[in-house]
């Protein structure tokens, strides 16, 4: 019997909690990551208010200099650590893959100086359209369609880039480019990005509209994952016959695997937590596990160095975090966490190697606590354990804890 009948597992995508042992070993615009701390540095430089996850303990995390503006509690609601992660990288489907049970030991291909010639004249050759050089290196996804879109409405040229995650991303305006020509465009790139040198995480359509100085990205995106190496803890949940829920880019970053009810994409993280409550409402949902990613966090606020922003948005969850406790049910387990560092205030656009934190809340719970310093695979062997299924390559529950 479970000992929580329905368990949701929320991560604010990029909330970092602090430089990992090895962040050394991983750059950002030539910089190690030693000195990154996107929670830290947010609450010491701009303010940090968040005193629903601070209540469930967030400021009791460990660290060596406590977060400036969320104090500890004495007395939490909840349990709370922080994880380190064992896999090399820190991209989005790496975090996931490995907060899941997987071990990703040969890290998926980045392009910072732009993809080959190879690939680019491979695409042409099956689109029949030329593809934009100069677009070809990481970019903001606003700022490449401001840039280029004039350019592809006058051309039809394609604007191919890719960003900090091991990604290939086509913008095209929908007038210009059918979705339907777009689509096939991306998956003939995704059939030629499966191993290396060109090992691929995701082949993303980013289509828009409206004119130049006015463009506007649709809701049309489609993503075109990979699946996971190996049987995950989402797959073996599946198996079982327990239902699995998506929320946001989950279902993409899974490419499908083990999850039976895709709740569909995030227009915001504000319609995200709807979702969320939304699903956690549904009189079928009497037993098993909803995975929702937030990404605003990263996608407008991380990688375009706006820490006030970032904070905003912080403030904007944890205002509505009540919302989502007050949809759980007795025996509902909520958890909190995040997928990789991306620290606002750090040198260049890119994730920054970190511990993610931990937050566990349940009305079950008699006491609270810090959980010991554990990995990102210990949330999926806690949730495995917690219905009865196999673990998946990794992790070590901490289920015991949770009382």
């Known amino acids: 019997?479970?000992?929580?009948?329905?368990?949701?597992?929320?991560?604010?995508?990029?909330?970092?909690?602090?430089?990992a042992p090895d962040a050394n070993n991983f750059v950002n615009a030539g910089v190690p990551d030693g000195a990154s701390d996107t929670l830290g540095h947010i609450s010491k430089t701009v303010g940090l208010n968040v005193p629903n996850m601070a209540k469930i303990g967030l400021g009791n995390i460990p660290r060596e200099v406590p977060l400036k503006t969320v104090p500890a509690e004495s007395n939490p609601t909840g349990y709370a650590?922080?994880?380190?992660?064992?896999?090399?990288?820190?991209?989005?489907?790496?975090?996931?893959?490995?907060?899941?049970?997987?071990?990703?030991?040969?890290p998926f291909d980045t392009f910072w100086n732009g993809f080959p010639e190879e690939i680019l004249t491979k695409i042409e050759e099956f689109?029949?359209?030329?593809?934009?050089?100069?677009?070809?290196?990481?970019?903001?996804?606003?700022?490449?369609i401001d840039d280029f879109g004039p350019r592809q409405m006058e051309t039809g040229e394609l604007i191919i880039y890719t960003s900090a995650d091991p990604v290939l991303q086509i913008a095209a305006h929908e007038d210009i480019i059918p979705l339907d020509e777009l689509y096939r465009i991306c998956e003939y790139a995704r059939s030629i990005t499966l191993e290396r040198p060109a090992l691929l995480g995701r082949i993303i359509a980013r289509p828009?509209?409206?004119?130049?100085?006015?463009?506007?990205?649709?809701?049309?995106?489609r993503d075109l994952a990979v699946s996971p190496f190996?049987?995950?803890?989402?797959?073996?949940?599946?198996?079982?016959?327990?239902?699995?829920?998506?929320?946001?880019?989950?279902?993409?970053?899974?490419?499908?695997?083990?999850?039976?009810?895709?709740?569909?994409?995030n227009k915001s993280n504000s319609h995200g937590m709807d979702t969320l409550i939304k699903t956690m409402?549904?009189?079928?949902?009497?037993?098993?596990?909803?995975?929702?990613?937030?990404?605003?966090?990263?996608?407008?606020?991380?990688?375009?160095?706006?820490?006030?922003?970032?904070?905003?948005?912080?403030?904007?969850?944890?205002?509505?975090?009540?919302?989502i406790i007050a949809a759980m049910r007795e025996d509902d387990l909520l958890m909190i966490t995040a997928d990789h560092g991306n620290d606002p205030t750090y040198a260049g656009t890119d994730h920054t190697r970190e511990y993610i934190p931990f937050l566990a809340y349940s009305p079950y719970f008699k006491g609270n606590g810090v959980i010991p310093v554990g990995h990102f695979s210990d949330i999926s062997a806690t949730i495995a354990e917690n219905f009865g299924v196999e673990k998946a390559m990794i992790g070590e529950s901490f289920l015991d804890k949770l009382n």
């Open 1 to 19: 019997m479970s000992k929580f009948k329905r368990m949701h597992l929320v991560v604010l995508d990029s909330v970092g909690i602090g430089a």
């Open 81 to 106: 650590t922080k994880l380190q992660e064992v896999s090399l990288g820190k991209d989005t489907m790496t975090g996931h893959w490995e907060i899941m049970g997987l071990n990703i030991t040969e």
């Open 127 to 144: 689109s029949g359209r030329k593809v934009i050089r100069e677009a070809n290196k990481p970019y903001s996804g606003t700022a490449v």
């Open 208 to 221: 828009y509209v409206g004119e130049p100085g006015n463009f506007t990205r649709t809701a049309n995106r």
């Open 230 to 265: 190996a049987p995950t803890v989402l797959d073996k949940l599946n198996e079982a016959g327990i239902d699995t829920y998506a929320v946001g880019k989950i279902n993409d970053i899974f490419n499908g695997a083990g999850i039976n009810h895709d709740m569909g994409h």
């Open 281 to 323: 409402g549904l009189p079928e949902f009497q037993e098993g596990f909803s995975f929702t990613n937030l990404v605003d966090f990263d996608a407008l606020y991380g990688h375009r160095r706006n820490a006030h922003g970032y904070r905003d948005c912080l403030h904007e969850f944890d205002e509505r975090l009540p919302e």
